[in-house]
Every structure is written in structure tokens, then in C-alpha cells.
């Protein structure tokens, strides 16, 4: 079965400075997408970036990008230069792919601490 | 904003009752997707519809159901509730249903059930 894992809870990162939120994933197609989405307080879901199987380079939107291991099946995001508006929780989601269908696998999510 | 546009933004009700969530996609998209959010089980995917037919079905209780209407608006009915429904429910759009899509998310409905 497809299986996404978020190992942090919660992560706390200075303004200005870099931070790295995990996401492994399991599945057994070759065809998949992976997806980062950011939920503030408020509680929607906002979508940050996608990275497809078969792209051949990591992805990037802004100030986010993806680290994509293909072969660890990990799809990290990493975000530069922290803001204090990107205080929220994270999720990476998966694809299921098989039979057609495009649901997404949500992992349980990292909470982002920004600090001033 | 998305573009995905959900009402009501709350709805507190009483424990056997029924509602009804609406979720209008965004300009353009076929595929809509209802989500669930809860404290113990996550972000879980309910059910999609594509043009008006039901494409995929998750951990969707029996007590709810969905359609998706010729405008590609879509209703979530949820009926005899307990305690356990309340929620944040979540529509999502694509503009396809293909597994390139991106599905973007609606800001909820945030459901309790006391």
C-alpha cells in the first residue's frame, strides 16, 4: 500500500535562515506525484509545489524546492529564507496513481515554527 | 485564494441530524475532490467526481454521499451524525482528474457536531 511519512512533528527555524522538512514515501508504481501543500492557522490548504517520477530535475517555486531522491523515495522541501508568514503546518501528499484514480495520500503533517 | 470556493465556512449541529456542504471548483475544472481532517485520522480522501460521475471512492462512511451537478458544482450530504464527523471537510478542484493534475484546495468547512 502507498504510504507517505513525515518523521517531525514540529520544526522551529530562524527568520532568514533555511530549513528542511522531511517526507519519505512507499509505492510499488513507477508512475507517481508528489506534492507539498501549507496550512496556516486559518486552515486552508494552500498548494506549494509538485514534483512528478519521471521529472528529471528537482523542482522549484520561489522559495521553495524539493529535494527528490528517487532512490531513497524521499521528496524533502526546503525552504530559503524563512519568513515569519511561514509559520504553518506542512504536508506532503502522494498520488495513488493505480486504477486510474488521482486521490491524494496525505502524510500527518510537520509543524513550522518561524522566529524572529 | 484558489479559486475553489466551499460554504458554509462553519456549521454546528446536533448529533443524529443531516447537512449539506457545497463546494463550487475552480473556472475551468471538471474533477472535484472531497477530503476529510480530522484530529485522529488526518487528511483522509473521501470521494471524486469527474463531469458529474463518480470516479473514486475512499473512506467514505455509508452515511454520506455526494453528487456532482451538470453546473460541475458539488454537494456532500452527510446524514445521521456523531460525535466522531466533526471536522474539517475540504473540496479540491482539477481541471482534469488525470494523475498530472494538481488538485487545489477549497478553505473548508469546518463541521461540529455536539
Known amino acids: 500500500a502507498q504510504k507517505i511519512t513525515q518523521t517531525q512533528p514540529g520544526m522551529f527555524v530562524q527568520e532568514k535562515e533555511a530549513v528542511t522538512l522531511d517526507c519519505t514515501y512507499d509505492?510499488?508504481?513507477?508512475?507517481?506525484?508528489l506534492f507539498w501543500y501549507k496550512q496556516p492557522s486559518s486552515g486552508e490548504m494552500i498548494f506549494l509545489i509538485y514534483?512528478?517520477?519521471?521529472?528529471?530535475q528537482n523542482a522549484t517555486e520561489g522559495r521553495y524546492s524539493l529535494n527528490f531522491q528517487k532512490a531513497r523515495k524521499s521528496a524533502n522541501l526546503v525552504i530559503s529564507a524563512s519568513q515569519l508568514g511561514d509559520s504553518a503546518m506542512y504536508f506532503c501528499?502522494?498520488?495513488?496513481?493505480?486504477?486510474?484514480?488521482?486521490?491524494?495520500?496525505f502524510g500527518a503533517g510537520t509543524r513550522l515554527a518561524v522566529h524572529p | 485564494d484558489s479559486g475553489v470556493t466551499q460554504t458554509p465556512k462553519h456549521l454546528i449541529t446536533a448529533t443524529g441530524q443531516r447537512v449539506t456542504l457545497r463546494c463550487s471548483p475552480r473556472?475551468?475544472?471538471?474533477?472535484v475532490y472531497w477530503y476529510q481532517q480530522s484530529l485522529d485520522q488526518g487528511l483522509q480522501f473521501l470521494i471524486q467526481?469527474?463531469?458529474?460521475?463518480?470516479?473514486a471512492k475512499g473512506n467514505i462512511l455509508e452515511r454520506f454521499s455526494a453528487q456532482q451537478f451538470p453546473d460541475l458544482h458539488s454537494e456532500l450530504n452527510l446524514s445521521s451524525l456523531e460525535l466522531g464527523d466533526s471536522a474539517l471537510y475540504f473540496c479540491?478542484?482539477?481541471?482534469?482528474?488525470?494523475?498530472?493534475?494538481?488538485?487545489?484546495f477549497g478553505p473548508g468547512t469546518r463541521l461540529t457536531v455536539l
Open positions: 514534483q512528478g517520477s519521471y521529472d528529471q
Open positions: 473556472s475551468g475544472d471538471l474533477s
Open positions: 501528499a502522494m498520488r495513488e496513481a493505480s486504477g486510474g484514480y488521482n486521490k491524494l495520500i
Open positions: 479540491a478542484s482539477s481541471s482534469s482528474g488525470r494523475r498530472t493534475d494538481t488538485q487545489y
Open positions: 467526481y469527474y463531469n458529474g460521475e463518480e470516479r
Open positions: 509505492t510499488s508504481d513507477p508512475s507517481y506525484g
